[in-house]
C-alpha cells in the first residue's frame, strides 16, 4: 500500500499518511535531531533521512534556527521502521536537507545549507564526497542550498539556493551530476542558474521528464506557493499552481498529484488533473520532508 512518509519536527517522528488522509501512523519515533529529508529505497527495503543537527541557539517564535555547527548525519532504517542506523556519522557535515536518491546506482545526494554543498555518498554511507561549493561564508544566506532532485537519464543535478528569509532572492541551479576527475567543486564552470529573484525556493521534484515542481515559502504573495516550470526541451517560466501554505516545504507526488507539506503542520493534496487543491490531513507539527512509499 503506497503512504505518505512526512517528517514531524515537533514530536521528533516519522509518519505514515494513508492517501486519502484518513489513517496517521507513526513508523519512527525519537527522531531529536531535527530531520529535514526523506527517501525510499524500494529495492532494498530502506528509508533514509538526514537531520539538520542541533541549532546553535533555540530561535525566536517564527524565526528560522540555524545550524552553524557541524552535526550533520543521515541515518536509514527498514520499511517498518526496525534496524536504525546512522549511516553518515554526525558531524560528516553541517546541515542535512533535501535528500535524493538513485536506487540503481546505489548513491544519495542531499544539500548541506549552511554548509554551503551538495553532497554524495553511497548507500552505506561511503564515498563521501562533494559535488558543488555554493559558497564559502556561512553568514552569506543567499548561498544556503535546501532543495535537490536528479534527473538521471540526462545526468543532471538540480538544487535550490533560498535566499535570506521573504528577501525575494531565491535561485534554482542545474549542473551535470558527474563531477569531471580532477575538478574543483568550488570552482564548477558547468552551473547553470536557471531562475533567480524567486521569492524562497526549498524542496524540489522532477516531475516526469521536463518539469521541475518546488514548494516556496518566501512571502505572499509569490511565495508560500508551489510553483512548477519546464526545464526540457528549453526553460520555460515558472509558474504558481498552489497557494496559501504556512511555509511551505516538503513535496512529492505522481502523476498530476503533489503532496505538500509545510511548518504549520498539514499535508495538502494538489490535484491538477482533477482541478482540486485540498488539505489532505492536518498533524498539527512541523512538517519538513515528504515521499511517497510502499510499506
Aim: proline share 5%; with cysteine; aromatic share 6%.
Amino acid at each position: 500500500m503506497t503512504e505518505i512518509l512526512a517528517l514531524d519536527l515537533k514530536a521528533g517522528a516519522m509518519h505514515a499518511v494513508s492517501l486519502d488522509g484518513e489513517h496517521v501512523r507513526t513508523v519512527v519515533d525519537g527522531l531529536d535531531r531535527f530531520p529535514d529529508g526523506v527517501v525510499v529505497d524500494k529495492l532494498r527495503g530502506h528509508i533514509y533521512w538526514t537531520n539538520m543537527g542541533t541549532p546553535d541557539a533555540r530561535p525566536a517564535p517564527g524565526v528560522e534556527p540555524e545550524f552553524f555547527s557541524r552535526n550533520g548525519s543521515i541515518e536509514r532504517v527498514d520499511l517498518d521502521g526496525g534496524n536504525r542506523t546512522t549511516i553518515v556519522a554526525i558531524g560528516a557535515f553541517t546541515t542535512g536537507k533535501q535528500l535524493a536518491i538513485d536506487t540503481e546506482g546505489g548513491r544519495l545526494y542531499w544539500c548541506d545549507r549552511e554548509g554551503m554543498q551538495v553532497l554524495t555518498c553511497d548507500l552505506n554511507g561511503d564515498d563521501l564526497h562533494t559535488l558543488v561549493v555554493t559558497g564559502d561564508d556561512a553568514a552569506v544566506v543567499r548561498d544556503w542550498c535546501v532543495g535537490i532532485c536528479l534527473d538521471l537519464d540526462r545526468r543532471l543535478l538540480y538544487w535550490t539556493q533560498k535566499g535570506p528569509a521573504k528577501a525575494g532572492d531565491g535561485r534554482i541551479f542545474r549542473a551535470p551530476l558527474d563531477l569531471p576527475p580532477g575538478a574543483d567543486p568550488a570552482a564548477r564552470t558547468d552551473i547553470e542558474l536557471l531562475w533567480e529573484n524567486l521569492p524562497e525556493p526549498i524542496d524540489v521534484e522532477l516531475h516526469g521528464v521536463g518539469e521541475l515542481v518546488w514548494t516556496d515559502r518566501g512571502a505572499a504573495p509569490h511565495g508560500n506557493a508551489l510553483y512548477q516550470a519546464r526545464i526540457q526541451p528549453e526553460v520555460g517560466t515558472p509558474e504558481i499552481i498552489s497557494t496559501g501554505y504556512r511555509e511551505a516545504i516538503g513535496v512529492t507526488g505522481f502523476d498530476s498529484r503533489f503532496y505538500v507539506s509545510d511548518l504549520g503542520g498539514t499535508i495538502r493534496l494538489v490535484d491538477l488533473g482533477a482541478g482540486t487543491d485540498t488539505d489532505l490531513v492536518r498533524i498539527g507539527s512541523p512538517l519538513t520532508g515528504v515521499a511517497l512509499a510502499d510499506l
